[in-house]
T-cell receptor, first 117, second 110 residues
Framework: GAVVSQHPSRVICKSGTSVKIECRSLDFQATTMFWYRQFPKQSLMLMAT?????????EQGVEKDKFLINHASLTLSTLTVTSAHPEDSSFYICSASSGQIQNSPLHFGNGTRLTVT | DAKTTQPPSMDCAEGRAANLPCNHS???????VYWYRQIHSQGPQYIIH???NNETNEMASLIITEDRKSSTLILPHATLRDTAVYYCIVRPPPGDKIIFGKGTRLHILP
């Protein structure tokens, strides 16, 4: 079945540094990708929606200059957490859709556990 | 806001059928119901989806009421590995954002 690969699965960085997370659709073209973050024992919270070749649409309260999203190709989207701080520590998950129809499952990466020290 | 409501938690004995309910009373006629589950520290895993008719696959069955305002996910023979948080979501038109509710934490009891 369709697979979404997310890398790295775990990263520890120092406060003030930037971290890039990659999300790849391995066997399908993803015109739309979504980025979520999840705190312990909470649900997934949508951060932004990105469409290939255009700027991402950010949810209210998500700083676009802090969470840079690039969706340069139909198989790759990246999320860069700039100048990370301990409060950015979270579980980040990407998802991708293989089609422009609703009868097409959304596939998720396995997430990236970010710890900022 | 999420368009679905689910009980926060449920218990089910191993080997029995687990029936997880979901309310989506504001669902539109062209919106699909999707079910995912999330095992600790992993990304959500797709289970099943449907529009109007009941659906079955190797993982589960999905029963959607005639008025489409609610649905039930059925795991026919629950095992310990089915312990997870189960999310019911309403799939909006393509390109629209997909919002997750709080899901149901399913505990399978040995």
């Amino acid at each position: 079945g369709a697979v979404v690969s997310q890398h790295p699965s775990r990263v520890i960085c120092k406060s003030g540094t930037s971290v890039k997370i990659e999300c790849r659709s391995l066997d399908f073209q993803a015109t739309t990708m979504f980025w979520y973050r999840q705190f312990p024992k909470q649900s997934l919270m949508l951060m932004a929606t990105s469409n290939e070749g255009s700027k991402a649409t950010y949810e209210q309260g998500v700083e676009k200059d802090k969470f840079l999203i690039n969706h340069a190709s139909l198989t790759l989207s990246t999320l860069t957490v700039t100048s990370a701080h301990p409060e950015d520590s979270s579980f980040y998950i990407c998802s991708a859709s293989s089609g422009q129809i609703q009868n097409s499952p959304l596939h998720f990466g396995n997430g990236t556990r970010l710890t900022v020290t | 806001d999420a368009k679905t409501t689910q009980p926060p938690s449920m218990d089910c004995a191993e080997g029995r059928a687990a029936n997880l309910p979901c309310n989506h009373s504001t669902i539109s006629g062209n919106e699909y119901v999707y079910w995912y589950r999330q095992i600790h520290s992993q990304g959500p895993q797709y289970i099943i989806h449907g529009l109007k008719n009941n659906e079955t696959n190797e993982m589960a069955s999905l029963i959607i009421t005639e008025d489409r305002k609610s649905s039930t996910l059925i795991l026919p023979h629950a095992t310990l590995r089915d312990t997870a948080v189960y999310y019911c979501i309403v799939r909006p038109p393509p390109g629209d954002k997909i919002i997750f509710g709080k899901g149901t934490r399913l505990h399978i009891l040995p």
